[in-house]
């Protein structure tokens, strides 16, 4: 027995409704817009350096294992101390600009 398609006539609600209309969704979006709202009214050159990516070069290199190990460690570490993610690649570029000098 083949069972019939639904009647889905009685659904006036849009689809996109419910991939874009979660409440929390609406409070993320909402904080954003007045996070960028007001960095790009305080100053507007900032506001474009910031949502400007900047291009990447990928790099390999072998350190040995107690340096590696060092700078997993320091990344979990300032991680936790911060509350905001730390990665590996954010202390190297860290280290490398005071190295150089660049901004």
Do not use: C
């Amino acid at each position: 027995m083949i069972k019939s398609k639904p009647d889905i006539k009685s659904f006036n609600k849009d689809p996109n409704d419910f991939l874009e209309g979660g409440e929390a969704d609406k409070a993320l979006t909402k904080s954003r817009a007045i996070t960028d709202k007001t960095i790009a009214e305080e100053n507007p050159a900032q506001a474009m350096e910031a949502f400007k990516p900047e291009p990447t070069v990928q790099k390999l290199f072998r350190l040995r294992w107690d340096i590696a190990n060092a700078l997993k460690l320091g990344a979990a570490q300032e991680s936790a101390k911060t509350g905001k993610r730390v990665t590996e690649t954010d202390i190297i570029q860290q280290l490398l600009k005071k190295h150089y000098g660049i901004k």
